[in-house]
Protein backbone atom coordinates (compact mmCIF):
# COMPACT_ATOMS: atom_id res chain seq x y z
CA UNK A 1 0.00 0.00 0.00
CA UNK A 2 0.98 3.55 -0.96
CA UNK A 3 -0.18 5.78 1.58
CA UNK A 4 -1.42 9.45 0.22
CA UNK A 5 -2.37 12.58 2.24
CA UNK A 6 -4.18 15.68 1.73
CA UNK A 7 -4.17 18.98 3.23
CA UNK A 8 -8.20 20.28 3.19
CA UNK A 9 -7.83 21.81 6.63
CA UNK A 10 -6.70 24.67 8.03
CA UNK A 11 -3.42 25.73 9.03
CA UNK A 12 -2.45 23.66 5.70
CA UNK A 13 -4.81 24.21 3.59
CA UNK A 14 -4.06 28.44 3.60
CA UNK A 15 -0.41 26.95 2.97
CA UNK A 16 -1.29 25.85 -0.77
CA UNK A 17 0.98 27.00 -2.96
CA UNK A 18 3.18 29.40 -0.35
CA UNK A 19 6.45 27.91 -1.43
CA UNK A 20 8.32 29.14 -4.69
CA UNK A 21 7.71 27.55 -8.03
CA UNK A 22 11.35 26.97 -8.00
CA UNK A 23 11.41 25.51 -4.35
CA UNK A 24 14.05 22.82 -4.47
CA UNK A 25 13.42 20.24 -1.69
CA UNK A 26 14.45 16.56 -1.42
CA UNK A 27 16.73 14.79 1.45
CA UNK A 28 20.34 15.48 2.56
CA UNK A 29 23.41 12.69 2.89
CA UNK A 30 27.23 12.63 3.57
CA UNK A 31 29.58 10.33 2.09
CA UNK A 32 30.92 8.93 5.25
CA UNK A 33 27.54 7.94 6.66
CA UNK A 34 25.99 6.50 3.11
CA UNK A 35 28.30 5.52 0.52
CA UNK A 36 30.33 2.33 2.09
CA UNK A 37 33.29 1.32 -0.11
CA UNK A 38 35.62 2.92 2.38
CA UNK A 39 38.58 1.61 0.61
CA UNK A 40 37.63 0.40 -2.38
CA UNK A 41 38.50 1.40 -6.07
CA UNK A 42 40.97 3.57 -4.30
CA UNK A 43 39.67 5.24 -1.84
CA UNK A 44 42.17 6.36 1.09
CA UNK A 45 41.26 6.48 4.48
CA UNK A 46 39.35 9.82 5.70
CA UNK A 47 39.85 10.55 9.79
CA UNK A 48 36.39 8.70 10.12
CA UNK A 49 37.60 5.66 8.84
CA UNK A 50 40.25 5.63 11.32
CA UNK A 51 38.63 6.89 14.25
CA UNK A 52 35.66 3.59 13.67
CA UNK A 53 38.47 1.20 13.41
CA UNK A 54 39.43 2.26 16.83
CA UNK A 55 37.66 0.17 19.93
CA UNK A 56 35.79 1.98 22.09
CA UNK A 57 35.07 5.53 19.70
CA UNK A 58 31.39 4.27 18.66
CA UNK A 59 28.73 3.44 20.55
CA UNK A 60 27.95 -0.12 19.15
CA UNK A 61 31.52 -0.80 17.95
CA UNK A 62 30.40 -0.93 14.28
CA UNK A 63 32.27 0.49 11.05
CA UNK A 64 30.97 2.77 8.74
CA UNK A 65 32.85 0.03 6.04
CA UNK A 66 30.00 -1.16 3.94
CA UNK A 67 27.40 1.65 5.70
CA UNK A 68 23.86 2.13 3.51
CA UNK A 69 25.74 0.97 0.36
CA UNK A 70 24.97 3.65 -1.38
CA UNK A 71 28.37 3.47 -3.35
CA UNK A 72 26.58 0.62 -5.13
CA UNK A 73 23.64 0.86 -4.92
CA UNK A 74 23.26 4.12 -6.20
CA UNK A 75 20.66 3.88 -8.94
CA UNK A 76 18.38 1.91 -7.14
CA UNK A 77 18.33 5.02 -4.51
CA UNK A 78 17.98 7.74 -7.50
CA UNK A 79 14.60 5.59 -8.25
CA UNK A 80 13.47 5.12 -4.96
CA UNK A 81 14.14 8.94 -4.37
CA UNK A 82 12.43 9.20 -7.80
CA UNK A 83 9.32 7.45 -6.24
CA UNK A 84 9.46 9.79 -3.08
CA UNK A 85 8.76 12.89 -5.00
CA UNK A 86 11.93 15.18 -4.70
CA UNK A 87 13.14 17.51 -7.22
CA UNK A 88 16.91 17.95 -5.86
CA UNK A 89 19.15 16.21 -3.65
CA UNK A 90 22.26 17.12 -1.20
CA UNK A 91 24.99 14.93 -1.04
CA UNK A 92 29.17 15.00 -0.01
CA UNK A 93 32.30 14.09 -1.89
CA UNK A 94 34.50 12.09 0.04
CA UNK A 95 37.80 14.39 -0.67
CA UNK A 96 39.65 10.90 0.15
CA UNK A 97 37.41 9.39 -2.94
CA UNK A 98 38.82 12.29 -5.53
CA UNK A 99 42.65 12.61 -4.27
CA UNK A 100 43.02 9.80 -2.00
CA UNK A 101 46.26 11.25 0.02
CA UNK A 102 44.42 14.80 0.03
CA UNK A 103 47.46 17.07 -0.86
CA UNK A 104 47.68 19.50 -3.58
CA UNK A 105 50.38 17.70 -5.00
CA UNK A 106 48.64 14.24 -5.08
CA UNK A 107 47.27 11.94 -7.89
CA UNK A 108 43.62 12.13 -8.47
CA UNK A 109 41.79 8.68 -8.22
CA UNK A 110 39.76 8.61 -11.52
CA UNK A 111 37.65 5.68 -10.38
CA UNK A 112 36.48 8.24 -7.77
CA UNK A 113 35.55 10.87 -10.05
CA UNK A 114 34.13 8.28 -12.23
CA UNK A 115 31.75 7.29 -9.67
CA UNK A 116 30.51 11.19 -9.06
CA UNK A 117 29.70 11.50 -12.28
CA UNK A 118 27.83 8.62 -12.76
CA UNK A 119 25.80 9.60 -9.74
CA UNK A 120 25.35 12.78 -11.02
CA UNK A 121 24.44 11.50 -14.45
CA UNK A 122 22.21 9.53 -13.11
CA UNK A 123 20.02 12.07 -10.53
CA UNK A 124 20.07 14.55 -13.56
CA UNK A 125 18.75 11.63 -15.88
CA UNK A 126 15.67 12.16 -13.37
CA UNK A 127 15.47 15.81 -13.48
CA UNK A 128 16.46 15.80 -9.59
CA UNK A 129 19.25 18.87 -9.03
CA UNK A 130 22.76 17.78 -7.35
CA UNK A 131 23.21 20.08 -4.36
CA UNK A 132 27.57 19.00 -3.69
CA UNK A 133 28.85 19.56 -0.37
CA UNK A 134 32.78 19.44 -0.71
CA UNK A 135 33.67 18.54 3.26
CA UNK A 136 31.37 16.59 5.51
CA UNK A 137 33.66 15.95 8.20
CA UNK A 138 35.86 13.69 6.39
CA UNK A 139 39.23 15.10 6.02
CA UNK A 140 42.03 12.82 4.29
CA UNK A 141 43.91 10.92 6.76
CA UNK A 142 46.80 11.16 5.29
CA UNK A 143 46.85 15.41 5.66
CA UNK A 144 46.13 14.98 9.72
CA UNK A 145 49.30 12.41 9.52
CA UNK A 146 51.50 15.00 7.65
CA UNK A 147 50.28 18.37 9.31
CA UNK A 148 47.96 18.19 12.03
CA UNK A 149 44.66 18.89 9.42
CA UNK A 150 43.31 22.03 10.14
CA UNK A 151 45.25 23.41 12.67
CA UNK A 152 47.70 24.24 10.31
CA UNK A 153 46.09 26.38 8.31
CA UNK A 154 49.02 27.17 6.46
CA UNK A 155 49.56 24.19 5.52
CA UNK A 156 46.11 22.38 5.06
CA UNK A 157 44.21 25.77 2.86
CA UNK A 158 46.42 25.00 -0.43
CA UNK A 159 45.13 21.25 -0.46
CA UNK A 160 41.46 21.85 0.34
CA UNK A 161 41.84 24.47 -2.33
CA UNK A 162 43.20 22.42 -5.19
CA UNK A 163 40.43 19.25 -3.96
CA UNK A 164 37.96 22.63 -4.26
CA UNK A 165 39.13 23.08 -7.91
CA UNK A 166 39.14 19.41 -9.05
CA UNK A 167 35.33 19.13 -7.73
CA UNK A 168 34.39 23.05 -9.90
CA UNK A 169 36.78 21.03 -13.25
CA UNK A 170 35.54 18.11 -12.79
CA UNK A 171 31.69 18.61 -11.99
CA UNK A 172 30.81 22.39 -11.92
CA UNK A 173 29.51 21.86 -15.89
CA UNK A 174 26.64 19.99 -13.96
CA UNK A 175 26.64 21.23 -10.87
CA UNK A 176 24.84 24.41 -10.11
CA UNK A 177 24.68 24.25 -6.21
CA UNK A 178 27.77 23.87 -4.12
CA UNK A 179 28.46 23.88 -0.47
CA UNK A 180 32.35 24.48 0.33
CA UNK A 181 32.00 22.96 4.61
CA UNK A 182 28.80 20.67 6.32
CA UNK A 183 28.66 22.60 9.78
CA UNK A 184 31.96 23.76 10.26
CA UNK A 185 31.25 24.38 14.16
CA UNK A 186 30.13 20.54 14.70
CA UNK A 187 33.09 19.57 12.92
CA UNK A 188 35.46 21.79 15.67
CA UNK A 189 33.25 21.19 18.88
CA UNK A 190 33.04 17.57 18.57
CA UNK A 191 36.16 16.80 17.03
CA UNK A 192 38.34 19.31 19.05
CA UNK A 193 36.38 20.39 22.35
CA UNK A 194 34.36 17.22 23.27
CA UNK A 195 36.81 14.68 21.03
CA UNK A 196 34.24 12.48 20.48
CA UNK A 197 34.30 12.45 16.61
CA UNK A 198 37.37 12.64 14.64
CA UNK A 199 39.65 13.23 14.94
CA UNK A 200 39.61 12.94 18.37
CA UNK A 201 41.35 15.34 20.14
CA UNK A 202 40.37 17.49 23.74
CA UNK A 203 42.12 18.51 27.34
CA UNK A 204 40.41 15.23 28.59
CA UNK A 205 43.00 12.59 28.76
CA UNK A 206 40.58 9.66 29.94
CA UNK A 207 39.27 10.38 26.42
CA UNK A 208 41.83 11.67 23.91
CA UNK A 209 45.45 11.57 23.82
CA UNK A 210 46.11 14.89 22.49
CA UNK A 211 44.44 18.37 22.34
CA UNK A 212 43.28 21.43 24.07
CA UNK A 213 39.58 22.04 24.09
CA UNK A 214 40.30 25.62 24.96
CA UNK A 215 42.16 26.88 21.95
CA UNK A 216 41.96 24.22 19.24
CA UNK A 217 37.94 24.34 18.56
CA UNK A 218 39.02 28.43 17.81
CA UNK A 219 41.96 27.98 15.45
CA UNK A 220 40.15 24.80 13.77
CA UNK A 221 37.10 27.03 13.09
CA UNK A 222 39.31 29.88 11.93
CA UNK A 223 40.83 27.87 9.57
CA UNK A 224 37.35 26.81 7.57
CA UNK A 225 36.33 29.96 7.85
CA UNK A 226 39.22 31.12 5.55
CA UNK A 227 39.38 28.30 3.27
CA UNK A 228 35.93 28.45 2.31
CA UNK A 229 36.19 32.01 1.94
CA UNK A 230 39.22 31.14 -0.30
CA UNK A 231 37.22 28.42 -2.29
CA UNK A 232 34.52 30.61 -2.69
CA UNK A 233 37.00 33.08 -4.68
CA UNK A 234 38.36 30.94 -6.52
CA UNK A 235 34.70 29.44 -7.97
CA UNK A 236 33.42 33.06 -8.16
CA UNK A 237 36.71 34.24 -10.46
CA UNK A 238 37.45 31.13 -12.14
CA UNK A 239 34.24 29.39 -12.60
CA UNK A 240 30.78 31.14 -12.27
CA UNK A 241 31.11 32.86 -15.38
CA UNK A 242 30.68 29.87 -17.39
CA UNK A 243 29.26 27.68 -14.80
CA UNK A 244 27.01 30.00 -13.26
CA UNK A 245 25.78 28.04 -10.25
CA UNK A 246 25.72 29.40 -6.45
CA UNK A 247 28.33 28.58 -3.56
CA UNK A 248 27.28 29.01 0.21
CA UNK A 249 28.33 27.31 3.34
CA UNK A 250 25.99 25.13 5.70
CA UNK A 251 26.17 25.85 9.16
CA UNK A 252 24.64 24.65 12.14
CA UNK A 253 22.22 26.06 15.02
CA UNK A 254 19.51 25.10 17.20
CA UNK A 255 17.32 27.66 18.71
CA UNK A 256 17.89 29.32 22.12
CA UNK A 257 14.81 30.55 24.42
CA UNK A 258 15.29 31.81 27.90
CA UNK A 259 14.78 29.78 30.78
CA UNK A 260 13.02 31.97 32.54
CA UNK A 261 11.46 34.68 29.76
CA UNK A 262 11.07 37.33 32.85
CA UNK A 263 14.55 36.93 34.12
CA UNK A 264 16.79 39.45 32.17
CA UNK A 265 20.00 37.27 32.83
CA UNK A 266 18.12 34.67 30.77
CA UNK A 267 17.34 36.54 28.15
CA UNK A 268 20.36 37.45 27.89
CA UNK A 269 21.73 34.25 27.69
CA UNK A 270 19.92 32.61 25.12
CA UNK A 271 21.37 35.63 22.65
CA UNK A 272 24.20 34.92 23.65
CA UNK A 273 23.85 30.89 23.25
CA UNK A 274 23.24 32.33 19.62
CA UNK A 275 25.71 34.32 19.38
CA UNK A 276 28.51 31.33 20.41
CA UNK A 277 26.70 28.80 18.68
CA UNK A 278 25.24 31.10 15.43
CA UNK A 279 27.00 33.99 14.94
CA UNK A 280 30.60 32.74 15.53
CA UNK A 281 30.66 31.56 11.76
CA UNK A 282 27.49 33.55 10.37
CA UNK A 283 28.78 37.11 11.61
CA UNK A 284 31.99 36.72 9.61
CA UNK A 285 30.73 35.95 6.48
CA UNK A 286 27.29 37.60 6.62
CA UNK A 287 27.62 40.40 9.27
CA UNK A 288 30.29 42.56 10.56
CA UNK A 289 33.12 40.29 9.32
CA UNK A 290 34.28 39.54 12.37
CA UNK A 291 33.51 37.03 15.27
CA UNK A 292 30.86 38.80 17.99
CA UNK A 293 31.70 40.60 20.81
CA UNK A 294 30.44 38.44 23.43
CA UNK A 295 32.79 35.89 22.04
CA UNK A 296 35.64 37.96 22.17
CA UNK A 297 34.74 39.52 25.94
CA UNK A 298 34.51 36.11 27.24
CA UNK A 299 37.62 34.53 25.08
CA UNK A 300 39.89 36.79 24.95
CA UNK A 301 43.48 35.90 22.53
CA UNK A 302 42.14 32.13 22.40
CA UNK A 303 39.90 33.66 19.80
CA UNK A 304 42.13 34.08 16.64
CA UNK A 305 41.75 37.46 14.92
CA UNK A 306 41.14 37.84 11.06
CA UNK A 307 43.75 40.00 9.28
CA UNK A 308 41.92 42.58 7.38
CA UNK A 309 42.80 40.65 4.35
CA UNK A 310 41.25 37.91 6.09
CA UNK A 311 37.75 39.73 6.94
CA UNK A 312 37.45 41.54 3.63
CA UNK A 313 36.97 37.63 1.90
CA UNK A 314 35.15 36.33 4.37
CA UNK A 315 32.83 38.95 4.52
CA UNK A 316 30.14 38.28 1.49
CA UNK A 317 31.62 34.87 0.75
CA UNK A 318 28.42 32.67 1.04
CA UNK A 319 25.59 33.51 -1.66
CA UNK A 320 23.02 31.86 0.82
CA UNK A 321 22.53 30.63 4.55
CA UNK A 322 22.70 26.96 4.20
CA UNK A 323 20.76 26.21 7.73
CA UNK A 324 20.67 22.89 9.13
CA UNK A 325 18.51 22.77 12.44
CA UNK A 326 16.92 20.18 14.44
CA UNK A 327 15.79 21.65 18.05
CA UNK A 328 15.32 24.13 20.73
CA UNK A 329 17.08 24.06 24.02
CA UNK A 330 15.63 26.21 27.30
CA UNK A 331 18.95 28.35 28.38
CA UNK A 332 19.75 29.52 31.84
CA UNK A 333 22.47 32.49 32.87
CA UNK A 334 25.67 31.20 34.84
CA UNK A 335 26.49 33.13 37.71
CA UNK A 336 30.45 31.68 38.27
CA UNK A 337 32.56 33.06 35.53
CA UNK A 338 33.06 30.64 32.42
CA UNK A 339 35.29 27.60 32.50
CA UNK A 340 38.21 27.40 30.17
CA UNK A 341 36.99 24.90 28.20
CA UNK A 342 33.57 26.48 28.01
CA UNK A 343 32.20 27.06 24.12
CA UNK A 344 28.68 27.54 24.80
CA UNK A 345 28.86 31.60 26.25
CA UNK A 346 28.30 30.68 30.17
CA UNK A 347 25.31 29.18 29.94
CA UNK A 348 23.50 25.96 30.81
CA UNK A 349 21.24 24.13 28.64
CA UNK A 350 18.03 22.43 29.76
CA UNK A 351 14.57 20.24 28.33
CA UNK A 352 12.50 22.54 30.30
CA UNK A 353 11.85 25.81 31.72
CA UNK A 354 11.26 27.86 34.62
CA UNK A 355 7.22 26.90 34.13
CA UNK A 356 8.23 23.44 34.01
CA UNK A 357 7.25 23.19 30.17
CA UNK A 358 9.48 20.79 28.02
CA UNK A 359 11.18 21.46 24.75
CA UNK A 360 9.00 19.06 23.17
CA UNK A 361 8.57 14.97 22.80
CA UNK A 362 11.86 13.04 22.90
CA UNK A 363 13.15 11.21 20.02
CA UNK A 364 15.60 8.41 19.49
CA UNK A 365 18.23 10.69 20.41
CA UNK A 366 19.53 12.62 23.57
CA UNK A 367 19.96 15.65 21.93
CA UNK A 368 16.90 15.95 19.57
CA UNK A 369 13.20 16.62 20.59
CA UNK A 370 10.61 17.77 18.47
CA UNK A 371 10.21 21.85 18.45
CA UNK A 372 8.56 23.52 15.31
CA UNK A 373 8.11 26.78 17.02
CA UNK A 374 11.72 27.69 18.08
CA UNK A 375 12.75 26.58 14.71
CA UNK A 376 10.10 29.21 13.63
CA UNK A 377 11.90 31.83 15.80
CA UNK A 378 15.36 30.82 14.19
CA UNK A 379 14.38 31.53 10.50
CA UNK A 380 13.07 34.72 11.64
CA UNK A 381 16.29 35.72 13.74
CA UNK A 382 18.86 34.30 10.62
CA UNK A 383 16.74 36.53 8.32
CA UNK A 384 16.51 39.45 10.20
CA UNK A 385 20.07 39.11 11.37
CA UNK A 386 21.54 38.31 7.77
CA UNK A 387 18.90 39.14 5.23
CA UNK A 388 20.24 36.31 2.88
CA UNK A 389 18.46 34.08 0.98
CA UNK A 390 17.90 30.94 3.59
CA UNK A 391 18.39 27.29 2.09
CA UNK A 392 17.73 24.76 4.42
CA UNK A 393 20.05 22.11 4.25
CA UNK A 394 19.10 19.64 7.08
CA UNK A 395 16.44 19.04 9.21
CA UNK A 396 14.42 15.49 10.80
CA UNK A 397 14.48 13.28 13.48
CA UNK A 398 14.91 9.58 14.54
CA UNK A 399 11.47 7.52 16.28
CA UNK A 400 11.69 5.37 19.40
CA UNK A 401 11.40 2.19 18.70
CA UNK A 402 11.84 1.79 15.16
CA UNK A 403 12.33 -1.99 14.18
CA UNK A 404 12.11 -3.81 10.69
CA UNK A 405 8.43 -3.63 9.48
CA UNK A 406 6.94 -6.20 9.31
CA UNK A 407 4.50 -4.77 5.93
CA UNK A 408 6.26 -2.99 3.00
CA UNK A 409 5.97 0.48 4.48
CA UNK A 410 6.87 1.39 8.33
CA UNK A 411 4.40 4.05 9.30
CA UNK A 412 6.53 6.35 11.36
CA UNK A 413 3.94 8.65 12.93
CA UNK A 414 6.34 10.33 15.26
CA UNK A 415 8.45 11.54 12.63
CA UNK A 416 5.61 12.59 10.18
CA UNK A 417 4.37 14.73 13.00
CA UNK A 418 7.62 16.09 12.85
CA UNK A 419 7.61 16.95 9.74
CA UNK A 420 4.57 18.10 9.08
CA UNK A 421 5.49 20.78 12.51
CA UNK A 422 8.39 21.90 10.98
CA UNK A 423 8.07 22.62 7.28
CA UNK A 424 4.51 24.43 8.47
CA UNK A 425 6.54 26.64 10.00
CA UNK A 426 9.17 26.97 7.44
CA UNK A 427 5.84 27.42 4.85
CA UNK A 428 4.24 30.25 7.29
CA UNK A 429 7.76 31.89 7.61
CA UNK A 430 7.88 32.34 3.92
CA UNK A 431 4.21 33.90 4.24
CA UNK A 432 5.76 36.39 6.47
CA UNK A 433 8.80 37.85 3.88
CA UNK A 434 11.90 35.37 5.03
CA UNK A 435 13.52 34.20 1.66
CA UNK A 436 13.54 30.44 1.70
CA UNK A 437 14.47 28.54 -1.57
CA UNK A 438 15.47 24.59 -0.47
CA UNK A 439 14.56 21.92 2.38
CA UNK A 440 16.39 18.89 2.38
CA UNK A 441 15.17 16.00 5.17
CA UNK A 442 17.90 14.47 7.19
CA UNK A 443 17.49 11.89 5.42
CA UNK A 444 17.30 9.49 2.93
CA UNK A 445 18.08 5.87 4.26
CA UNK A 446 18.75 5.48 7.74
CA UNK A 447 22.59 5.64 8.01
CA UNK A 448 26.12 5.49 9.90
CA UNK A 449 25.21 8.24 12.59
CA UNK A 450 28.43 9.13 13.48
CA UNK A 451 30.11 8.10 16.76
CA UNK A 452 26.02 6.74 17.45
CA UNK A 453 26.94 4.00 14.83
CA UNK A 454 23.91 2.33 13.54
CA UNK A 455 21.51 2.96 16.31
CA UNK A 456 20.04 6.33 15.94
CA UNK A 457 17.62 6.13 12.54
CA UNK A 458 17.04 9.61 10.88
CA UNK A 459 15.65 7.98 7.36
CA UNK A 460 12.45 7.69 5.41
CA UNK A 461 14.02 4.26 4.29
CA UNK A 462 14.41 2.06 6.94
CA UNK A 463 17.54 -0.22 6.60
CA UNK A 464 17.91 -3.81 7.81
CA UNK A 465 21.90 -3.73 8.21
CA UNK A 466 21.94 -7.26 8.85
CA UNK A 467 21.47 -8.28 5.36
CA UNK A 468 24.40 -7.51 3.01
CA UNK A 469 22.22 -6.36 0.95
CA UNK A 470 21.27 -3.53 3.39
CA UNK A 471 17.39 -4.16 1.94
CA UNK A 472 15.40 -0.83 2.09
CA UNK A 473 11.59 -0.11 3.16
CA UNK A 474 9.65 2.68 2.84
CA UNK A 475 8.58 4.54 6.21
CA UNK A 476 5.26 6.42 5.50
CA UNK A 477 6.82 9.89 6.52
CA UNK A 478 8.50 9.44 2.94
CA UNK A 479 5.17 9.71 1.03
CA UNK A 480 4.05 12.27 3.93
CA UNK A 481 6.59 15.17 2.78
CA UNK A 482 6.20 13.96 -0.97
CA UNK A 483 2.20 15.10 -0.82
CA UNK A 484 3.00 18.01 1.65
CA UNK A 485 5.48 19.78 -0.46
CA UNK A 486 3.34 19.02 -3.50
CA UNK A 487 0.23 21.12 -1.62
CA UNK A 488 3.04 23.71 -0.74
CA UNK A 489 5.39 24.65 -3.86
CA UNK A 490 3.68 26.66 -6.44
CA UNK A 491 1.83 25.26 -9.53
CA UNK A 492 3.44 26.78 -13.02
C1 LIG B 1 24.05 17.06 11.14
C2 LIG B 1 25.11 16.41 10.33
O1 LIG B 1 25.44 17.20 9.23
C3 LIG B 1 24.76 14.99 9.90
O2 LIG B 1 25.90 14.39 9.39
C4 LIG B 1 24.16 14.24 11.07
O3 LIG B 1 23.95 12.90 10.77
C5 LIG B 1 22.86 14.91 11.46
N1 LIG B 1 23.16 16.25 11.91
C6 LIG B 1 22.09 14.21 12.58
O4 LIG B 1 22.82 14.23 13.75
Known amino acids: MTWTHTFNSSPDADLKGALRKDFHWGYATAAAQVEGAWNKDGKGESIWDKLCHTPGKVKDGSTNEDAARSYDLYKEDVALMKSYGVNAYRFSLAWSRIIPLGGADDPINERGVQYYNELIDELLANNITPFVTLFHWDTPQALEDRYGGMLNQEKYTPDFLRYARVCFERFGGRVKHWITYNEPGVY ?11 PGRSSFRDRNEEGDSST ?3 IVAHTEL ?3 A ?6 REEFKPTQKGVIGITLHGNYSEPWDVNDPKDVAAAERARQFEIAWFADPIYGSGDYPQCMRDQLGDRLPTFTEEESTLVKGSSDFYGMNTYTTFFVKHLNEPADINDHKGNVEKLDTNSEGKSRGPESDT ?6 PEGFGKLLRWVWN ?9 ENGTTAKGET ?3 EDVLNDTFRIDFYNGYVRELAQAVQDGV ?8 TFTDNWEWAAGYTDRFGVTYVDFDTPEKKRYPKRSAYFLRDYFKHLIAED
Open 226 to 228: VSH
Open 385 to 393: RYHVPIYMT
Open 188 to 198: TLAGYAAGVHA
Open 230 to 235: KAVKIY
Open 366 to 371: YWLRTA
Open 404 to 406: APT
Open 435 to 442: DIRSYFGW
Open 216 to 218: EPF
